[in-house]
């Protein structure tokens, strides 16, 4: 394939942890330049598949603090070199408490994670010549930020929205009329052909959410 035909940002999606959570790999295809998306473990997986694609990683980010997503973070980016960004300060008990979470369903190992550098609505971050912008979108979490690529649109979305549903709420932290207020004022106007990939599960349209995911009707 020709430099003038190549797709600009190439994705990858490694299953992890016993919850199948969809860590990415968002590259942009000139560079090579990768972004690890929510690492929640399994690194050998995670590095294999780097390897595989051939990208050079170039930051981790994270889209929430649950152990599923954000477990491996510290362990990767002391083997890699790089840099932490994301989520919203708001899931800074969440990280501080990835030890103890995992070990509630007997994941040892994992690690606190200190972000490099905190997110909050409208900020930026950027793979190579690819820019996403970012939505804090709470209610899963009080922290959860999602990364949103308007001229490609594409919509990473962590477990804000799936295919079908939304994320869990029931938490102490945890609100859904507030991640439903998210969805739909944040998520939705970015456009019915906004393709997202969800933290779990197939990918989807925002488009076909905004039609049939019942959590969203009325």
């Known amino acids: ?40 473990g399994d690194l050998p997986l995670i590095m294999g598949a780097l390897k595989e694609i051939g990208v050079t990683g170039a930051a981790i980010w994270l889209t929430h603090g649950h152990f599923d997503h954000a477990g491996g973070a510290s362990e990767l980016a002391e083997t890699l070199g790089l840099p932490i960004i994301g989520p919203h300060e708001a899931d800074r008990f969440l990280l501080d408490d990835l030890p103890a979470s995992g070990m509630r369903f007997d994941i040892r190992g994992m690690r606190p994670v200190t972000p490099t550098r905190w997110l909050a609505e409208g900020d930026e971050v950027a793979i190579g010549d690819i820019r996403f912008s970012v939505q804090h979108v ?81």
């Open 1 to 40: 394939m020709s430099d003038q035909t190549k797709p600009p940002l190439g994705i990858a999606v490694v299953p992890v942890t016993p919850f199948q959570q969809n860590c990415s790999i968002v590259w942009c295809t000139r560079t090579m330049q990768a972004a690890i998306v929510d690492p929640g």
């Open 138 to 218: 709470p209610g899963h979490t009080p922290g959860h930020v999602t990364f949103f690529q308007k001229d490609l649109r594409f919509l990473l979305a962590g477990d804000t929205l799936f295919a079908g549903s939304v994320g869990r709420t029931d938490f102490p932290y945890g609100s859904h009329d507030q991640l439903i207020a998210g969805i739909r004022t944040k998520l939705l106007p970015l456009g019915d052909d906004v393709q997202f990939l969800p933290g779990h599960g197939p990918a989807g349209t925002l488009g076909e959410e905004r039609l049939n995911n019942q959590f969203l009707a009325g």
